[in-house]
């Protein structure tokens, strides 16, 4: 059981350039979530989805962009990455309904740098 | 909106109890977490409560949770040099319950 798999691990990006963060679970969850952890910070919440075809903006969603065409895959778009974009991205899932209880699995994190 | 509040850094020496607190403003949050966080990882569920408890005993942890003074703090007994991570209070919102909103963490060092 995979769990919550982000990927790439680390990536360095250039003023302007875009990427695309992935993320994908395999435990049949309704809700996913992007955060971001700044340096020596709490988690911040950039997107969210209750299900496919289901997004909402979260605290801090200027600069991105996500989808949620599949209940498995909650990707997590950088158009112009900028400075302040250098950040932790945990991407995180959790049962919705009666499983409102249910811990949210997180992955490993994508650190993230542009210069 | 919503708010969680926690203190930056806690140190404790190692066998004593560590106490790490957390206010929060949704006065309609269900669900409340506590998340440990160790270097270079992701975040994993300690122990939750549900808002109509006001206490959780886990083996060597206690969640307190003062519903009026919108209050959560988690006791660990024993402190061990483990237990070293940094701690995420976090609340789930009622209104969809949807959006779990995290503060900003509180770091545990243990001394000898």
């Known amino acids: 059981n995979a769990g919550v798999t982000q990927t790439p691990k680390f990536r360095i990006l250039k003023i302007g350039q875009s990427m695309t963060l992935q993320c994908t679970q395999d435990m049949n969850h309704n809700y996913m979530y992007w955060y971001r952890q700044d340096p020596g910070m709490g988690l911040k919440l950039i997107y969210y989805s209750v299900g496919a075809g289901i997004t909402d903006k979260g605290e801090v969603p200027n600069g991105y962009n996500v989808s949620r065409s599949t209940t498995e895959d909650f990707p997590l778009r950088l158009e112009l990455a900028a400075p302040s974009q250098t950040s932790v991205y945990f991407c995180?899932?959790?049962?919705?309904?009666?499983?409102?209880?249910?811990?949210?699995?997180f992955g490993q994190g994508t650190r993230l740098t542009v210069v | 909106g919503e708010d969680v509040e926690q203190s930056l850094f806690l140190s404790v020496r190692e066998g004593d109890s560590s106490v790490i607190n957390c206010t929060y403003t949704?006065?309609?949050?269900?669900?409340l977490y506590w998340y440990k966080q160790e270097p270079g990882a992701g975040l994993q569920l300690l122990t939750y409560i549900f808002s109509n408890m006001d206490m959780k005993q886990d083996q060597r942890l206690t969640v307190l949770l003062n519903k009026k003074d919108k209050h959560l703090s988690l006791r660990i007994a024993d402190t061990q040099t483990g237990d070293s991570a940094i701690y995420f209070c976090a609340e789930r919102e009622h209104s969809s319950a949807s959006k779990i909103i995290f503060g900003s963490g509180t770091r545990l060092s243990i001394r000898p």
């Open positions: 995180a899932s959790t049962g919705g309904g009666q499983a409102l209880n249910t811990e949210a699995f």
């Open positions: 949704d006065s309609s949050s269900t669900y």
